[in-house]
Nanobody, 125 residues
Framework: VQLQASGGGLVQPGGSLRLSCVGS????????IGWFRQAPGKGREGVSC????????YYADSVKGRFTISIDNANKTVYLQMNSLKPEDTAVYYC???????????????????WGQGTQVTVSS
């Protein structure tokens, strides 16, 4: 199982970015996929997850209404569309998965087995 995150960059407040997480070595829609972030000097925070098959999603309160997670099984990719970005969204973003768990509020509390390498998102004017 391998994950590769990309799509980060520098964006002004109020702007948008779309992150991609490409999976290989496994069938993407058999696994829940989560996005996490870690800002400098802070702990890791769960941002969003999507269930096996993409039927349900979950968002942290801090991003609800601004971020959208989606899955493209044909391209083995999970996307995180981030709109109305704020400076406090600045962080390294990671995608992760573990077939033992299900997407939901507790997904972010487990020690997941598989992680992508992270992509930097900087929101600044």
């Amino acid at each position: 199982v391998q994950l590769q995150a990309s799509g980060g960059g520098l964006v002004q407040p109020g702007g948008s970015l779309r992150l991609s997480c490409v999976g290989s070595g496994f069938t993407l829609d058999y696994y829940p996929i989560g996005w996490f972030r870690q800002a400098p000097g802070k702990g890791r925070e769960g941002v969003s997850c999507i269930s096996r098959g993409g039927g349900s999603t979950y968002y942290a309160d801090s991003v609800k209404g601004r971020f959208t997670i989606s899955i493209d099984n044909a391209n083995k990719t999970v996307y995180l569309q981030m709109n109305s970005l704020k400076p406090e969204d600045t962080a390294v973003y990671y995608c992760a998965t573990d077939e033992r768990y299900s997407c939901g509020r507790y997904f972010f509390h487990y020690e997941l087995d598989y992680w992508g390498q992270g992509t930097q998102v900087t929101v600044s004017s």
